[in-house]
């Protein structure tokens, strides 16, 4: 749980206090095309 309340805020891209569809994508998209190591979608699951 404190993993996910540390992580949350900044996958939650507009602060609005949820993920929107599109924000799903661009994490998303994030995830699997981003270079950038700090791209918030690296973490849509999770650290590893």
């Known amino acids: ?9 900044k996958l939650d891209l507009d602060d609005d206090s949820g993920i929107s569809k599109k924000e799903f994508m661009v994490l998303i998209w994030q995830f699997h095309h ?3 190591p700090d791209a ?9």
Not at 1 to 9: K, N, R, T
Request: cysteine-free; overall charge negative.
């Open 1 to 9: 749980m404190e993993l996910a309340a540390e992580i949350f805020p």
């Open 34 to 36: 981003s270079d950038d």
């Open 40 to 48: 918030p979608g690296n973490l849509f699951f999770g650290l590893y």
